[in-house]
């Protein structure tokens, strides 16, 4: 299991398929959208200036929006996965 | 439903026709002033260095005016939304 | 209205003609002095790093100068404003 | 009268004529050396991260010396007058 | 013995054996994945701003992920060692 | 009397005269060691984000070794000196 | 003596002999690991924000490991030194 530190969180992402008005499949360079993910697991909480741990909002399931271009890919087990800073999720899908 | 994380806030960005004195409608490229939004989501507040959660001071159903090129798009069931940080909200149109 | 957030304010730029000894009005680039305003709307006040908010010290009314280049030009009701921080105020006309 | 902000002062410029070992005025490209000035107001005192204000050291009448190329020039009433902020004084003059 | 200072951490690096689907093993310019390590020894703590010394997450024997490119390799009784500040470590592998 | 603010110090520098090791002085572009000085005048102390006023460590009458080109040059009263803050100064010479 | 101020150090630097696994002595452009050196000065601590003193970890007499290009040469009493921050220090060799 890999368990993230501080205010990272590792997610899996999900794929978004991409259709224009007329279902036509876009391909990748015209996609500048943010992605989505689920979160699989967070770590234990952002440490502050002051020394204090402020609890993440994000849980193991919560669905997420983040920027992309954000994280780092992790391969673990075979499976890809994306840490990710909170402060990258834009928003929880709910 | 999206839920916004923190101080970023999720608003509707509303279309201002842009007219000159003779009534004649300007190009996109010859706008250059801020966008006005309606506000339809609010996070939890801002975290300060002291890891203080501050209540934001926009809420949902406020008309905001925002600086443009801020914040980044989102589309969620079918819709487009831009989501922003509050430091970025210039005013509140009462 | 328009309703300023945080250390923000809202000002109508006052032109200064601008006349050298002779009498003669220079064209704008010829102009590199800060601006003079009118202030019409203040925020609520600065928020520090500790999440403390401290009020404004310019308040409506009064007539201040500003930095050039500085804030964010607005049209409301077929008005022009400037909203800028407070700390791009150089001082207070009394 | 001008009213500066927080940590900012207001001062006149004093001119000092540079002269060479033999008595030769130099140009102005010449001269690289910090300008002295004579404060004529100052503001309420310097705004901490904490929310706290801290008095200023200088005070109405001190002469400075301050880092050239500091400061915005404003004309007021006729006279020429440069805004400074505190740290931008290198010393008083006793 | 190497006792690294502050969050920082001292970790050997485990070579990752990079295959393809099809068992091809990658040559290195292929690689752009974060790399793996086991914690040898660990740093008293991150020093806040407050002066503060919190421990850290990371303990010896821990199997860590990390960034590629971060950390300062160094050579000790003719081993490679590399080190790190915790915040270069994005999760730990349990 | 020149009187430096907050974590200012003024110094009187010491020329060093250098040489090889078989005597010869060596010209101005060939040093590039850091300088000593004598310090003139120390300011009230360096003021920290929380507000408290921190006395310096160097005091009139110390020789220090400072940073090159670090500092403004100030003449006053046909001598010249320098003006650093006191974290220019990287040791006491004792 | 040169007594370093604030979080600063004084070391010699120790030469590491850089031999090839065949013995060869390679040439300074080739080895671009951290260098070692022996503390011979600390100052009394680290400032921090809140203007507190927090002691040094290193002391006299310690051998450590510090990032290459750090620090400042300073050459006293016809002897060779480094002065570096606490900073710069990855690990202490014991």
Known sequence: ????LGDRIIIEVVEVE???AF????????????QEGKVVAVGTGFLTDGGQVVPLNVK????????????????????DYLILRE?????IVE
Chains 1, 2, 3, 4, 5, 6, 7 share one sequence.
Do not use: R, W
């Not at 299991?1 to 993230?4: G, R, S, V």
């Open 1 to 4: 299991m890999l368990k993230p």
């Open 60 to 79: 193991s399931g919560d669905n997420i929006i983040f920027s992309k271009y954000s994280g780092t890919e992790v391969k673990y087990e075979g499976k």
């Open 23 to 34: 279902g036509i499949v876009l391909p990748d360079s015209a996609k500048e959208k943010p």
């Open 87 to 91: 402060s990258d999720v834009l928003a």
């Open 18 to 20: 991409e259709k224009t």
